[in-house]
Structures are given as structure tokens and as C-alpha cells.
């Protein structure tokens, strides 16, 4: 049983929770006290093994299907969270779709697929959490989830990126807009986070070999963006506002030029 926690009496909504990142921020926020309602699109099982850990721990869950591509859905969802919940405290923006390809191979349906969902999704559900919020006079907190593409280029993720980079934008003008209500939003920005689907969609995937790209010498787990969120949730973070919390490892820290390539000698350009 879980009675005490930095998110004790809170109720919150997560969305894309029925695997990955958002499946382990949902758990997290439940250990730290929450009754949450976790959303899915496809991944129903995922979600229902979540809300059942959930209600072991003495916390209220369920779990509600909701396809965030459309507005109205997105609407549905929000609602029927905050009448299960008795109320709504924290929206985490998790649900979001992931694509890569040539810029020049892009398509419209492809475009319209990923900002539909990642802009569009995490616009309205944000719009109608704000107003559940503000109509059962709680102060609220909204978290978006973005990444470290929004704030570096790489090939082949040029949709993608482009959607992270316009969370990050909204993110801050959304919170100048709410603070003044008592709505305090943020964002976090996940690096490379090892999650089941990369086993699945990467040929060979070696955590160990790719997380020695990363300074700190790992890969990311779901907890390490779910403690984070956590922060961002409680009143721990209480004077943070329109905040782009990095959690990369010092993925976006670190030069990506291979300066022993260009042949630099550091030591003769102090001018000593």
C-alpha cells in the first residue's frame, strides 16, 4: 500500500499509457500517491496490466480507449477522466507517434498522421483538461512530452522533429497563457530512452553499445523521464513554469562534429 507520496490525493490522466514511457509514468505517479486513469489507443493490454498494478497499490485506475488523432476523441477522453476521477489535477501529454524517412519521401497522409496526433492530440486534450481544471477551481499541471528532436536535428526526422519542436514552443506560450489561472505547464524532453520497441524495430538493438554514445554511458529507462515527471507534477516544482526539463544523459550537451577528424590541437590555440 502506498499512502503517502509527493502526489497524495492527486488525480491525473496519462496518455499513450498503455506501453513504454507513459505506461511507467502512470505506475510512477500511482507509487507517489495518484489515482490515474491511463489512456490507450491499441495497446489495451499494456494498460490493463498498469491500472490492475495501480489498484493493488490502494490507488483508483481504469483505463479508457481513445484514438487522439481526433478531436472529438480527445474531448471524450478528458471527460470521462475527470467523471471517473472526481476531478482532474495533472494532464501528462505522453501519446505521440514516432516516424522516420527521407524529407523528400514525405507524404501528406504521413505529415497529417504525426502532427495530427502529437500537435493536434496533446492541443485539445490540454484545452479541455484546462477547462476541467479551472471549472473545479484545482490548480492544475499540464506535461508535455517532447524530445531531444525538437531541440536537435538528425536525419530522417524531419516530421518527427518538426512536431517536437512545435510542442516546445506551444509548451512556453501555453504556460505565460495559464499561469495567471493557477495551471502551471511544462515539458520534458526525453533523449534516447531504451523502451520494448526498440527490440522490436531496431535490427540487433544493444543498449550497452549504443548508450557508450552518450555521456553519461547509458541508454535512458522509463523511470529515469517517470521520476521526472514526478518533479514536474508535484509541488516540488511549484516556481517552475514553462520549463523544457532535459532528461538525455548530455545527449544535446555534447559537440557532435568529430573533432579528432579535423586534426585541432587545442593546446595551440590559447594563444600562451
Known amino acids: ?15 499513450g499509457s498503455g506501453t513504454g514511457l507513459g505506461r511507467e509514468i502512470a505506475l510512477e505517479f500511482a507509487r507517489e500517491g495518484a489515482d490515474v486513469v491511463l489512456h490507450y489507443n491499441k495497446s489495451a493490454k499494456g494498460a490493463a496490466t498498469a491500472a490492475k498494478e495501480i489498484r493493488e497499490m490502494g490507488r483508483r485506475s481504469t483505463i479508457i480507449q481513445a484514438d487522439l488523432s481526433k478531436v ?5 477522453l478528458v471527460d470521462e477522466s475527470a467523471s471517473f476521477l472526481g476531478g482532474l489535477d495533472i494532464l501528462m501529454n505522453n501519446s505521440g507517434i514516432t516516424a522516420s524517412g527521407p524529407f523528400l519521401d514525405v507524404i501528406p497522409k504521413e505529415f497529417n498522421l504525426l502532427y495530427n496526433v502529437n500537435i493536434r492530440g496533446e492541443f485539445f486534450c490540454a484545452q479541455r483538461a484546462a477547462r476541467r481544471m479551472l471549472k ?12 531531444v528532436h525538437g531541440l536537435a536535428g538528425i536525419p530522417l526526422h524531419s516530421v518527427y522533429a518538426g512536431t517536437k519542436g512545435a510542442i516546445i514552443a506551444w509548451t512556453r506560450e501555453l504556460a505565460v497563457e495559464l499561469a495567471p489561472l493557477g495551471i502551471r505547464v511544462n515539458a520534458v524532453a526525453p533523449g534516447w530512452i531504451a523502451v520494448e520497441s526498440h527490440y522490436q524495430q531496431i535490427p540487433n ?10 555521456p553519461w ?23 517552475m513554469v514553462g520549463s523544457v526539463l532535459l532528461i538525455d544523459g548530455g545527449t544535446i550537451a555534447k559537440m557532435a562534429l568529430p573533432l579528432e577528424s579535423l586534426n585541432i590541437d587545442f593546446k595551440d590555440t590559447h594563444g600562451e
Do not use: Q, W
Open 136 to 147: 473545479g477551481k484545482r490548480k492544475g499541471v499540464i506535461i508535455n512530452m517532447t524530445s
Open 72 to 76: 472529438e476523441e480527445c474531448f471524450r
Open 205 to 214: 538493438f544493444d543498449p550497452d553499445r549504443f548508450g557508450h554514445l552518450i
Open 1 to 15: 500500500m502506498y499512502e503517502k507520496g509527493k502526489l497524495s490525493g492527486k488525480l491525473a490522466l496519462v496518455t
Open 217 to 239: 554511458g547509458r541508454l535512458g529507462v522509463p523511470k529515469d523521464v517517470a521520476k521526472a515527471c514526478v518533479f514536474l507534477a508535484s509541488d516540488d516544482s511549484d516556481f
